[in-house]
């Protein structure tokens, strides 16, 4: 029950799911750009009911198949949330969600993506799917909120996110330790290959969150300097447009 596993990296079977995730976040993200603004509204909101649909449904099938437990299935792993920030974010535009998932959800999902760890046995087609579009929607939907519905990461909105990161772990450490789970990895090492996870507990957890720091700057780095390149060439689109 709930036997962890993970897909070797380059192997045909990490091809097979990687190709079409990183195919979807890109003809989805075309796709919202070519819309107008009611169809950009429409589109992103779908989008969202079919991310909450994938937050709410996956808790009935886990319990009809008998993998439910409060040990592992409660959505307190940092990607589970992001899934949820994501629905939220997507359907009613909330700034603060945005933020958090941006810096969550992006890093979160490239490193699940590229060096997966199942949560349950690879057996269950269904599973495999919702792990793959659990963490493709995290990286999608920041994407799309930034690149399609225009909003933006605010200065220090990545100092905050560092720090509410942080407030989570005891939070979660203390519910690790009533239940005798292991979300967010705090009390164990996951078995992914990541070149990340170094040394045993607690060590490794005071690298990944060095880790998590540079990824979050990283994140805000690239998010707000394609936000200016946008609009850079918006202000010289309509500056042309004017001159003719």
């Keep these: ?56 449904l996956i808790h009935p099938y886990l319990m009809f198949i008998g993998e439910w437990s409060l040990q592992t299935s409660l959505p ?11 629905a939220v974010a997507l359907i009613w535009q909330r700034q603060r969600l945005f933020e958090i998932l941006c810096y969550w959800g992006i890093p979160g999902g490239i490193h699940s993506i590229l060096t997966p760890e199942l949560l349950h046995s690879g057996e269950n087609s269904w599973l495999t799917m919702h792990y793959y ?23 220090r909105s990545w100092i905050k996110a560092f720090l509410i990161t942080n407030l989570c772990i005891p939070v979660i450490g203390t519910i690790n330790w009533i239940l005798g789970s292991n979300y967010m990895y705090l009390t164990e090492k996951p078995i992914a290959n990541n070149p990340f996870l170094i040394g045993g507990w ?27 390149v946008f609009q850079s060439i918006a202000k010289n689109k309509i500056t042309n447009y004017e001159t003719d």
């Design 1 to 56: 029950m709930n036997q962890h596993q993970t897909i070797g990296i380059f192997s045909s079977q990490w091809f097979i799911y990687t190709i079409p995730c990183i195919t979807a976040i890109f003809v989805v993200i075309l796709l919202g750009k070519k819309f107008k603004e009611t169809g950009k509204n429409f589109f992103r909101i779908g989008l969202g009911i079919v991310t909450l649909a994938s937050v709410v």
């Design 76 to 86: 307190i792993h940092m990607c589970e949330l992001s899934e949820i920030f994501a």
């Design 133 to 155: 579009f659990q963490h493709t929607i995290i990286i999608l939907a920041p994407i799309f909120l930034l690149v399609v519905s225009n909003m933006r990461l605010p200065d």
């Design 202 to 228: 607690p060590w490794y957890i005071v690298v990944l969150d060095l880790v998590m720091l540079a990824h979050i700057y990283l994140v805000f780095i690239i998010c707000t300097k394609k936000v200016n």
